[in-house]
């Protein structure tokens, strides 16, 4: 069984220091099927305004944007 993990993420590329979202992912890379990272607190930069939210690093070297994380969440 794979392992979840629930973080929250900005809900878009223009959040606007606002629009986050919480979402639940399988917790591998969907590159590799390798671990993705441990979570830590993070900053999302939209150009404007800065968002509080989590970020992680995969072991794999993978990089995981949220653009392509919540197409994940969208196709699951």
Excluded: F
Excluded at 61 to 67: E, L, P, Q, S
Aim: hydrophobic share 35%; glycine share 10%; net charge negative.
């Amino acid at each position: 069984m794979t392992e979840k993990q629930t973080v929250t993420i900005p809900a878009r590329d223009e959040h606007e220091g606002v629009y986050s979202i919480q979402v639940e992912l399988d917790w591998v890379c969907p590159v590799c099927g390798g671990p993705r990272g441990k979570v830590h607190k993070a900053r999302s930069h939209d150009g404007l305004l800065i968002l509080h939210c989590d970020g992680w690093t995969n072991p794999c070297g993978h990089v995981d944007r949220y653009a392509a994380v919540r197409e994940e969440v969208l196709a699951q």
